[in-house]
C-alpha cells in the first residue's frame, strides 16, 4: 500500500516544499475556475427565471397569431394580414379534440380618460374563456361573467401597472373611465405576472361584445370577423402536437389555402417558446462559460510556466533521484502529479470562490444566479484536464534528462 | 563482481569527438576495497559512472554480477541503480528542503521501499540519529556527507561507489567519513569503490587503480 501512495506523497511534498510559487499557480487556476462558476451560473440562472416565466403563462397554453404577408418575396410583419376570424375560434373549438377553452381576442388602440388623466392605450375585447385560458387571476374584484359578456356589459379588468397608472393608490374598483366612445365600469384588477415580454400587467380586457360597441370590428371578404388572436389550452399536454397539426389543417382548409401556399397564421405554443428560448439563453450561458475559460487557459499555461522553471530549477534533484534509482516513470509521475495536485487544489478554492460569488450576486437581487453539480464537474475536470495537459511537457522533459548532465546542474 | 572488458567512451563535441575512455579492461571482486586515482580530465569519473550504471559505453561489455548490462535500457539500468549501488557524491547531493530523514528516506524510496526503521538505522550508522530532523543547510560539510553514505546504504547494496567524497571537506571530517566507509567495506563486506586524490585515503584501499589519459596506467596493492 506504501508503494502505492509514495508517487502521492513525493509530488504533494514538492507543492508543500515550495509553497509562494505553487500558490501563485494556484492563484491562476482559483481564477478561471470561479470565473467559470460565477458566468456560467449567471446564465443558468437567467434561463431558469426566463424559463419560468414562460411556464407561468401556463404550460398548454396555444397561441395563433395572423401571419406575416408576403408581398414580392418581402416578409411583412407578424399580424400584417387579417386572416383570423371569430368564426375560425368557433371552428377550432367545435372540430379540434383535445382542447379545454379558446379565447379569440381583439385589440386595438383606444384613448382612455379618467378624471384629469388622457392617455392611449391597447384594449383587449375578450371572451371569459380567456382568463383560464391565459392562465390569469383576479387581485381584487372580479371577471365579467358569461351573461355580463352576452350582454356586452360595458365593465374593464385592469393589469396591475395600468390601474397604477391610471389610479394611483387609489382603489379602481366601482370606477368609470371613459374608453373610446363609451364610458365603462372597473370590476376587477389582474394579479401581476412580473416583468416580462407582453405581459398581461399592461393589459386592459373588456367583453369583446363592449369591444363592438365603440370600434367596428373589420370584417373578411367572407363576411368572418376578424379577430387579433386566438389562445387556446390544450386538456391533453401530450397531444400539443396533434393539436397544433389539426388546427393547422383546419385552417388553411377555412382560409382555402393552396396546398403550396405558405400558411397566413403563426401558430405556437408555449412548450415551444420555451424550448427556443432555453436553446438561446443555453448558448448564451455556453458563450459566457467560455469566454471564463480563456482565463483557466491563461492559468493552465500559468502552470506549465512553473512547471518548467519548476523542472529547470530542480535538475540537480532529479539527476539525484535518478541516481538513487527513479526511473523515468518515476519522474514524469512525479511531475505531473504535482502539476494535477496544484491544478486539483486550484478547482477545489475556485468552487468555493465562485459559488460564494455568484451567492453574493444572487443576494445583491436582480440578477439571479445558479450553481448546479453539472458546472461544477466541468470545472473541476477541465482544470485537473489542465494540470495534466500542461503538466505533461515540463514532466516529460524532466524525465528525458540524463542523470550525470543533471547531476552537475547548479 | 564487475568485469570491464575493452570499455570506450566517446562523447561528441560538436563535429568533434572526444574519447574519455579507451581499452579499459578492469576486474574488481565481490567485497574489495578499490582507489581510483588519476589526474583530473583522466576519465576517472567517467569510469565511475559507468560503473555506476549512471552512463553506457560507446564500445565494450560491462558484467556487473557476471549480467552484461551495457545494452540494458535505461529503465533496467535505473533498476539496477536501485537495487544495486549507492553513490557518495563529492558534492553531497542532498536535497536542500528535506530534512536528513527525508534524504535518506528517497535513498528507499528507488529501491523498493522499505520500514522507516531501517532509515533511522541508517542515521545511527553514521551518528546521526540526533540530527534527523535537520535540513541539509543546519548540518556541517562533514554531517551532510554522512547523510549522504546514510542515504547509499540504507538499502544495503552489495556496491558503494564515492566521487572524491572527502574533496569538499577539511582533512579531520574527511578522516571521519573515511572511517565510516573503511568499517563499512570491513564489518558488512560491501564492495567500494573511490575516486581519490589523495594517497593517505587511498592507502586504505586494498588496491589502488592509476588512471591517465583514458587508460589504466597501472595498479598497485597495498
Not at chain 2, 99 to 124: F, I, K, M, P, T
Not at chain 2, 187 to 199: C, K, M, R, W
Request: net charge neutral; hydrophobic share 45%.
Amino acid at each position: 500500500m506504501t508503494k502505492f501512495f509514495e508517487p502521492f506523497s513525493t509530488a504533494w511534498s514538492g507543492v508543500v516544499t515550495h509553497k509562494l510559487r505553487s500558490f501563485l499557480t494556484i492563484l491562476g487556476i482559483v481564477i478561471g475556475v470561479s470565473a467559470v462558476i460565477t458566468l456560467m451560473s449567471i446564465g443558468r440562472g437567467a434561463e431558469a427565471q426566463v424559463l419560468s416565466n414562460i411556464k407561468n403563462l401556463g404550460p398548454n397554453l396555444i397561441t395563433i397569431r395572423p401571419g406575416a404577408s408576403m408581398a414580392g418575396g418581402v416578409r411583412g410583419a407578424i399580424g400584417g394580414v387579417r386572416t383570423l376570424t371569430i368564426e375560425d375560434a368557433q371552428a377550432i373549438s367545435e372540430q379540434v379534440p383535445n382542447i379545454s377553452a379558446v379565447a379569440p381576442s381583439y385589440s386595438s388602440s383606444l384613448q382612455l380618460v379618467v378624471g384629469s388623466k388622457n392617455t392611449n392605450a391597447t384594449v383587449n375585447g375578450v371572451t371569459p374563456e380567456y382568463m383560464p385560458v391565459n392562465n390569469l387571476k383576479i387581485a381584487s374584484g372580479a371577471f365579467f361573467t358569461e351573461y355580463e359578456y352576452q350582454q356586452g356589459a360595458k365593465v374593464a379588468v385592469l393589469g396591475s401597472n395600468v390601474t397604477q397608472t391610471l389610479f394611483g393608490s387609489e382603489n379602481p374598483i366601482g370606477q368609470q373611465m371613459r374608453m373610446g366612445t363609451i364610458i365603462v365600469r372597473v370590476i376587477g384588477v389582474l394579479q401581476s405576472k412580473g416583468a416580462m415580454f407582453g405581459s398581461p400587467d399592461d393589459t386592459i380586457l373588456i367583453p369583446l361584445t363592449a369591444m363592438q360597441q365603440t370600434v367596428a370590428q373589420p370584417l373578411t371578404p367572407h363576411g368572418g370577423h376578424i379577430v387579433s388572436s386566438i389562445s387556446l389550452t390544450v386538456s391533453d399536454q401530450s397531444q400539443t402536437q396533434n393539436v397544433l397539426d389539426a388546427i393547422t389543417s383546419l385552417l388553411r382548409t377555412r382560409h382555402q389555402l393552396a396546398s403550396s401556399a405558405d400558411n397566413d397564421f403563426n401558430i405556437m405554443s408555449v412548450e415551444e417558446i420555451a424550448s427556443t428560448l432555453s436553446q438561446a439563453m443555453g448558448t448564451m450561458t455556453l458563450l459566457l462559460g467560455a469566454i471564463a475559460a480563456i482565463s483557466l487557459l491563461v492559468g493552465g499555461i500559468g502552470v506549465m510556466n512553473i512547471m518548467l522553471v519548476s523542472v529547470l530549477e530542480r535538475t540537480r534533484e532529479i539527476g539525484v533521484r535518478k541516481a538513487l534509482g527513479a526511473r523515468e516513470r518515476d519522474i514524469w509521475i512525479q511531475f505531473l502529479l504535482e502539476a494535477a495536485f496544484l491544478t486539483l487544489a486550484g478547482g477545489i478554492i475556485g468552487i468555493i470562490v465562485g459559488w460564494a460569488v455568484s451567492y453574493i450576486i444572487s443576494s445583491l437581487g436582480t440578477i439571479s444566479t445558479l450553481v448546479s453539480a453539472d458546472i461544477i464537474i466541468l470545472a473541476v475536470s477541465v482544470s485537473v484536464g489542465i494540470g495534466l495537459f500542461f503538466g505533461f511537457y515540463p514532466a516529460w522533459n524532466a524525465s528525458r534528462l540524463n542523470p550525470i548532465e543533471a547531476l552537475r546542474a547548479e | 563482481m564487475i568485469r570491464l572488458k575493452d570499455i570506450a567512451k566517446v562523447y561528441p563535441m560538436g563535429k568533434r569527438e572526444l574519447t574519455v575512455l579507451q581499452g579499459v579492461n578492469l576486474r574488481i571482486k565481490r567485497g574489495e576495497l578499490v582507489a581510483i586515482m588519476g589526474p583530473s580530465g583522466s576519465g576517472k569519473t567517467t569510469l565511475l559512472n559507468l560503473i555506476g550504471c549512471l552512463d553506457k559505453p560507446t564500445s565494450g561489455s560491462y558484467y556487473l554480477e557476471d549480467k552484461e548490462v551495457s545494452r540494458l535500457s535505461s529503465g533496467e539500468l535505473a533498476k539496477i541503480r536501485g537495487q544495486k549501488i549507492g553513490f557518495v557524491f563529492q558534492t553531497f547531493n542532498l536535497l536542500p528542503r528535506l530534512s536528513a530523514l527525508a534524504n535518506v528516506e528517497l535513498g528507499l524510496r528507488y529501491a523498493g521501499g522499505g520500514d522507516r526503521h531501517l532509515v533511522l538505522e541508517a542515521l545511527a550508522r553514521v551518528g546521526l540519529s540526533d540530527r534527523a530532523n535537520h535540513r541539509p543547510t543546519e548540518l556541517s560539510g562533514g554531517e551532510q556527507q554522512r547523510v549522504a553514505i546514510a542515504r547509499a546504504l540504507v538499502k544495503e547494496p552489495p556496491l558503494i561507489l564515492a566521487d572524491e567524497p572527502t574533496g569538499n571537506l577539511d582533512s579531520r571530517s574527511g578522516q571521519e567519513i573515511i572511517s565510516i566507509l573503511t568499517s563499512l567495506h570491513a564489518e558488512q563486506g560491501v564492495t567500494l569503490v573511490l575516486i581519490t586524490h589523495d594517497a593517505g585515503i587511498a592507502n586504505h584501499c586494498q588496491r589502488i587503480i592509476h588512471i591517465k589519459d583514458g587508460q589504466i596506467e597501472g595498479e598497485e596493492k597495498v
